[in-house]
């Protein structure tokens, strides 16, 4: 595989096209899990969640959606929690084989959701070393860029890779019609081109993992 780039011409004094070869890596062995942040009855965001699960589906990916509505997890710490602990492994097994991950979450009160910093909490060596990619959705305009922003540095605290590109959604309760699809236009954009640098970020790290080719 060939990717050329082309340096501006303020930068350089003649013409230079780099070639960058990468092996030949089929994405479609991969698994992403979506993980979705929000227990809220209104929620809006999970539909960000629900829609990449079809977009990614609809590219032959596999994939899992972790639903934490549907799975919930007690405070991390509580004494409780021993009650829970069938539910803390079958999401920790589920995490664990993801070769790639999605976080998606509103944005409350500038920030991500509790529910999400508290799921991420019981987990460690589920995500490390895996290239994770932020999702955040919000009623105003700026798409829950700050709660996307903090993820990712939480992300790299869990010694994984953050995808540098987000998906933000401006606006949500707009972007989808009642039956949850995604009509805003220039949201279909971003979503497309969201998963195209996910799919190609993941795709490198995770061959080269499972090449065995040790760093030195």
């Given at each position: 595989m060939v990717y050329s780039v082309k340096l501006p011409i303020s930068q350089v004094k003649n013409h230079v096209r780099l070639k960058i070869y990468f092996p030949q890596f089929n994405s479609k062995t991969m698994k992403?899990?979506?993980?979705?942040?929000s227990v809220r009855q209104e929620r809006q965001?999970?539909?960000v969640a629900e829609h990449l699960q079809r977009q990614l589906t609809a590219k032959n990916i596999e994939t899992d959606l972790?639903?934490?509505?549907?799975?919930?997890?007690p405070v991390y710490g509580d004494p409780e929690s021993d009650d829970h602990s069938a539910v803390i492994r079958d999401i920790g097994q589920r995490l664990g084989k993801a070769d790639a991950l999605i976080l998606v979450t509103p944005e409350y009160h500038g920030s991500f959701s509790g529910v999400l910093k508290n799921a991420l909490d019981y987990y460690w060596a589920e995500f490390a070393r895996k290239p994770i990619a932020v999702a955040a959705a919000s009623s105003g305009r700026m798409g829950g860029i700050n709660a996307s922003v903090q993820l990712q540095h939480v992300i790299l605290s869990l010694g994984a890779y953050p995808l540098p590109l987000k998906l933000l959604v401006p606006e949500v309760p707009r972007a989808f019609d009642e039956s949850g699809e995604l009509v805003n236009e220039r949201t279909q954009?971003?979503?497309?081109?969201?998963?195209d640098e996910l799919l190609w970020f993941s795709g490198a790290?995770?061959?080269?993992?499972?090449?065995?080719?040790?760093i030195t």
């Open positions: 992403i899990t979506i993980l979705s942040g965001s999970h539909r972790i639903d934490l509505a549907e799975t919930r997890l954009r971003s979503v497309q081109k969201f998963l790290l995770v061959h080269h993992q499972k090449s065995g080719v040790a």
